[in-house]
Nanobody, 127 residues
Framework: QVQIVESGGGPVHPGGSLRLSCAVS????????IAWFRQAPGQENVRDGL??????????FYTDSVKGRFTISRDNAKNTVYLQMNNLKPEDTGGYYC??????????????????WGQGTQVTVSS
């Protein structure tokens, strides 16, 4: 059974940093692309792709709003993917979800059709 568990969220001031973790079990991380999505407050069932790590060549993909501020990385030996978030802004507030897909193109380029989702971790950026 596949399980994806996010952690590391919490309250943070604007300009601050957080590091999110995505622990995956029940599948081999080196066979899956992993992405982070955000669901903003009030946006039910709408999740925006932020960062994606391809399993095929190790490439990382980012949406424009987080480029230069967020960094995705993976440790296949620990079956864990991380999202380092720096210079956080109030508009970064939301639920952060980790997703896995065996098709790196579909997940990292189209930001669509994850095979698996985690339950999410909340990030609140406020002064």
């Amino acid at each position: 059974q596949v399980q994806i568990v996010e952690s590391g969220g919490g309250p943070v001031h604007p300009g601050g940093s957080l590091r999110l973790s995505c622990a995956v079990s029940g599948l081999s991380l080196d066979a899956y692309a992993i992405a982070w999505f955000r669901q903003a407050p009030g946006q039910e069932n709408v999740r925006d792709g932020l960062a994606c790590s391809s399993n095929e060549d190790g490439s990382a993909f980012y949406t424009d709003s987080v480029k230069g501020r967020f960094t995705i990385s993976r440790d296949n030996a620990k079956n864990t993917v991380y999202l380092q978030m720096n210079n956080l802004k109030p508009e970064d507030t939301g639920g952060y979800y980790c997703a896995a897909n065996a098709n790196a193109f579909r997940l990292c380029t189209l930001w669509s059709s994850p095979d698996y989702w985690g339950q999410g971790t909340q990030v609140t950026v406020s002064s």
